[in-house]
Nanobody
């Protein structure tokens, strides 16, 4: 069973909107935080936004502040990313990310990734 399942990617024109969704399967628990990253061709993966399932606080990359909104449900272990006013340079594969508390591991945490969903913004 895939731990993180993403949906909602696609193609949109400049200035358009998309909503990404991610759901964690029942195989993982004690999740905090959840978030979204993206990786454009030839570039490193970068943080887009995170949602703290414990307290609900959010964190955004400077480049998306005011345009993207992350929201989550700690009971359903889901996180969504509403993306507005999209730009061509935001064309990338978007990955859902989650961290789980696993005290038996070094550092006490494990990181999980979704399979990625393509977002293409055309001018």
């Amino acid at each position: 069973q895939v731990p993180l399942v993403e949906s909602g990617g696609g193609s949109v024109q400049v200035g358009g909107s998309l909503r990404l969704s991610c759901a964690a399967s029942g195989t993982i628990s004690r999740i905090n935080p959840m978030g979204w990253y993206r990786q454009a061709p030839g570039k490193q993966r970068e943080l887009v936004a995170t949602f703290a399932t414990g307290g609900g606080s959010t964190n955004y990359a400077d480049s998306v502040k005011g345009r993207f909104t992350i929201s989550g449900d700690k009971y359903r272990n889901t996180v969504d990313l509403q993306m507005n006013s999209l730009k061509p340079e935001e064309t990338a594969v978007y990955y859902c990310n989650a961290e789980t508390i696993e005290l038996e591991l070094p550092g006490g945490r494990r990181e999980w990734w979704g399979q990625g969903t393509q977002v293409t913004v055309s001018s």
